[in-house]
Every structure is written in structure tokens, then in C-alpha cells.
């Protein structure tokens, strides 16, 4: 047991692990939230969609991107991969 926090001893990730996952974690943000909506602006050319349209879609991808990260690193923490 840790004096610091009364939990039991747990196995810790090594610093390569940490900053392997790091960068993966970064990236995939990076693409979720950067550059797919990215994409959606600058890509898509419709011509049933204006600027707002895809302003909506954007800014809706990103959101979704954004909370589906949170809840994958949660899972993650819950089961103790990170």
C-alpha cells in the first residue's frame, strides 16, 4: 500500500508507454478535432449547402469528435489501460 493514498499498489505504465500514448491521444485529437472539420469546409462543395450549412456540420463534427474522445479515454482509465 502507498502511505500517500491508501490504495492498494496498482502496476504503472512505463515513460515510453506514457509518451507513446501521449502522441497517439494528441493525433487522433488532432484529426478529430482539427483537421475533419477542416476538411468539411474547405472539401465539400455541394450545392445544396452554403457556408453556414457546412459552418453547422463543422462545428457539430468537432463536438462529437470532442466528446467521443472524452468518453474513450474514460473507458480507457477504467480499465486501466491508461
Known amino acids: 500500500m502507498d502511505e500517500h ?6 502496476p504503472r ?3 515510453l508507454r506514457a509518451i507513446v500514448t501521449a502522441f497517439i491521444i ?8 482539427v483537421l475533419v472539420p477542416n476538411w468539411v469546409l474547405t472539401k465539400i462543395h455541394s450545392t445544396s449547402l452554403d ?7 463543422a462545428t457539430g463534427v468537432f463536438f462529437i469528435g470532442l ?3 472524452a468518453f474513450a479515454l474514460r ?3 477504467k480499465r486501466k489501460v491508461i
Open 5 to 10: 493514498d491508501g490504495a492498494p499498489d496498482r
Open 13 to 15: 505504465i512505463g515513460w
Open 26 to 33: 494528441v493525433g487522433v485529437g488532432i484529426v478529430v478535432c
Open 51 to 57: 457556408r453556414g450549412n457546412l459552418d453547422a456540420i
Open 67 to 69: 466528446f467521443a474522445i
Open 75 to 77: 473507458a480507457l482509465q
